[in-house]
Every structure is written in structure tokens, then in C-alpha cells.
T-cell receptor
């Protein structure tokens, strides 16, 4: 069965302390891996799409990478405004439009 | 990306009643999706709403409980019927605006429903 697992569930960082969030997946034929940011009381906000192993995307302090089994969201020198829940989702070739979401990593950046 | 507006943003309802959630998109889209987000759980697809045809429901969700309307290419409603406390959740409307089969989903801000 297709599955997406995110770790850690929660992460507390000091401002400026870089770290990485993990998204591991088991799907049959990856069509895309998607990262979202979700603030309290808001819907998920799209960040990146990765399509194939070795691909990388960057946006400000965030960098997403992809291997055949997992993706990392690297956060460099985070600021308090980076505090949010980060969700990972995958779309598999054998399930058409279906997106499989992880349960997210809740990131808190302490000033 | 599209601007997706959901109403209401939150509501507190009594068990046995029904609530209709509205989703308005600022551009025409072929498919609209309704998701549920329960605390500590991943987003779960309820159904796909296509204009001009009946919605397609995922396993575990039925039309009698979650009737959906899709009268045009910019609007959809999801009704949560005969509510129980187990229906307390965030309900999210979502669309895909790209033409590629693997374009990302974009979400509204959700409706936070509490059933007492």
C-alpha cells in the first residue's frame, strides 16, 4: 500500500540553527512529490514540486531534494516566521489524481 | 495559482444537523477536490467534484453523508449531513490549476467544523 511518512513529528530550533525534515515514501511510480507549508487556521500553501531523483528546488531559506525513496526539506538559518507545519505529499502513477499526504512536521523556530 | 475562497471559515453545529460549505475559485477549473484534515492525521480525500457529472467518492465516504454540488467551473459545495462529533474536522477545498497531469494542488483556508 502506498505510504508517506514524515519525521520528526515536531522540531524546535533556535533561530539560525539549520536542520532538515524528512519525507519517506513507498509508491508505485512516482509522478511528483510536493511540499506544502501550513500555518494555523490556514490551508496548505504550495512550496515545491519534485519529479525525479536528484532534483533540487530552492526558495529563500528552504531547499528540497529528492531520492528514489525520500525527500528532504532543508531549512538554512531559520527565522521565527518559518514556524509552521510542513506537509509532504506524493502522487503515484498507478492512482491517477490521488495525492497521499504525510501527517506533517510541526516546526517551531525560537528567537 | 488560483485564489480559493471557502465559507464559512468555522462553525459549531449540533449533532443531527447539516452544514453546507461553499468553495469559490477565481478561475475556471475542471476538477475540484474536497479533503478532510483531522488532528494528527494526514489530509484525506473525500471526493472529486467534476462539473456536469456526479462527484466521485473515495472509499469510506458516501454521497448520502457528503453530498456535493458542482454547478459550474468556479464553484462547489460540500454538505456534511446528519453530523456527529466524529465529523469534527477541518474541511478543505482544493483545485489543480496547471494543465499537466502532475501539477500541484492548491487549497482554500478550510472550514473548521466542531460538532457538539
Amino acid at each position: 500500500e502506498d505510504q508517506v511518512t514524515q519525521s520528526p513529528e515536531a522540531l524546535r530550533l533556535q533561530e539560525g540553527e539549520s536542520s532538515s525534515l524528512n519525507c519517506s515514501y513507498t509508491v508505485s511510480g512516482l509522478r511528483g512529490l510536493f511540499w506544502y507549508r501550513q500555518d494555523p487556521g490556514k490551508g496548505p500553501e504550495f512550496l515545491f514540486t519534485l519529479y525525479s531523483a536528484g532534483e533540487e528546488k530552492e526558495k529563500e531559506r528552504l531547499k528540497a531534494t529528492l531520492t528514489k525513496k525520500e525527500s528532504f526539506l532543508h531549512i538554512t538559518a531559520p527565522k521565527p516566521e518559518d514556524s509552521a507545519t510542513y506537509l509532504c505529499a506524493v502522487q503515484a502513477a498507478d492512482t491517477g489524481n490521488q495525492f497521499y499526504f504525510g501527517t506533517g512536521t510541526s516546526l517551531t523556530v525560537i528567537p | 495559482s488560483a485564489v480559493i475562497s471557502q465559507k464559512p471559515s468555522r462553525d459549531i453545529c449540533q449533532r443531527g444537523t447539516s452544514l453546507t460549505i461553499q468553495c469559490q475559485v477565481d478561475s475556471q477549473v475542471t476538477m475540484m477536490f474536497w479533503y478532510r484534515q483531522q488532528p494528527g492525521q494526514s489530509l484525506t480525500l473525500i471526493a472529486t467534484a467534476n462539473q456536469g457529472s456526479e462527484a466521485t467518492y473515495e472509499s469510506g465516504f458516501v454521497i448520502d453523508k457528503f453530498p456535493i454540488s458542482r454547478p459550474n467551473l468556479t464553484f462547489s459545495t460540500l454538505t456534511v449531513s446528519n453530523m456527529s462529533p466524529e465529523d469534527s474536522s477541518i474541511y478543505l477545498c482544493s483545485v489543480r490549476t496547471g494543465s499537466s497531469y502532475n501539477s500541484p494542488l492548491h487549497f482554500g483556508n478550510g472550514t473548521r467544523l466542531t460538532v457538539t
